[in-house]
């Protein structure tokens, strides 16, 4: 008598399942193993951002390059540009708007010299990273952004990460904050044609400006205006391409 061992079979359907299975598997893994990285990386990154395009150049003041290690960036960008947030360039954050690069971010604040208690007036909130460094250095913001959807969404991130105290509304730039002039420093993210008078106006006396001005198809230029003892004296600092500084109260041609 001959024996037989006879396996029992598989269903065709647990054989084909079992690869799809298997790749299922393996995109899990490598999702959460990549999300992980990721997270423990975010301080890694900045660190790199902070020696290599800020430290590396020429920003020196340790309180800026701490405020530039400290703010999470990567929060305020889209989700789907998260893994450029400390590259060294602007990034779209909707609207056709844009987060200045880390270096002109650092740049610009470094240039109002900021202080705890100093009270600071931003023309363009846009993501709301400006503000955020701002108020890291213990600075008393005022923000202004034209666009309603952009302003909302800044307000509710700040204090959402706990960036207080910053006050944001939706306005027009070229009216600066006349209610809670005048300002120890005044930073603009956007760029208009000619410096606007108002804004120079809200400037205290022995207070600093950093604003880029020239047209947005030609070259503007990063300038500083210092106001003391009523006069006001204004430096070039470099060539630089911004986003236009609209007036919302000026028909276009």
């Given at each position: ?49 902070v ?26 960008v ?7 947030a ?11 708007q ?6 002109m ?9 900021p ?33 309603p ?6 307000d ?9 105290p ?48 020239g ?7 990063l ?31």
């Open positions: 008598m001959l024996n037989h061992s006879v396996s029992t079979p598989k269903p065709a359907m647990a054989l084909k399942s079992r690869p799809l299975l298997f790749i299922l598997l393996l995109v899990v893994i490598f999702s959460f193993s990549d999300n992980g990285m990721k997270a423990q990386n975010w301080v890694q990154l900045r660190e790199k951002m020696n290599e395009q800020l430290r590396g150049r020429d920003i020196s003041s340790s309180n800026v390059l701490n405020a530039m290690r400290e703010v999470p960036r990567h929060h305020f889209p989700i789907e540009y998260q893994k450029f400390y590259d060294d360039r602007p990034l779209p954050i909707g609207f056709e844009t987060i200045s690069q880390p270096y971010v650092a740049f610009m604040t470094e240039q109002i010299e202080k705890p208690g100093m009270k600071v007036l931003e023309i363009g909130t846009g993501s709301g990273y400006q503000a955020a460094v701002l108020a890291h250095l213990g600075c008393e913001v005022y923000t202004i952004e034209l666009l959807e952009l302003a909302e969404r800044a509710k991130l700040l204090k959402q990460l706990k960036y207080q910053v006050n944001i509304k939706a306005g027009n730039g070229y009216d600066g904050w006349p209610e809670a002039a005048p300002f120890d420093a005044i930073i603009v993210t956007a760029a208009p044609e000619k410096m606007p008078p108002v804004l120079v106006e809200q400037l205290k006396d022995g207070g600093t400006m950093v604003i880029p001005v047209p947005v198809n030609n070259l503007q230029y300038k500083i205006a210092k106001k003391r003892d009523g006069k006001v004296t204004t430096d070039t600092l470099m060539p630089v391409r911004f986003v236009p500084m609209i007036d919302r109260d000026v028909q276009p041609n």
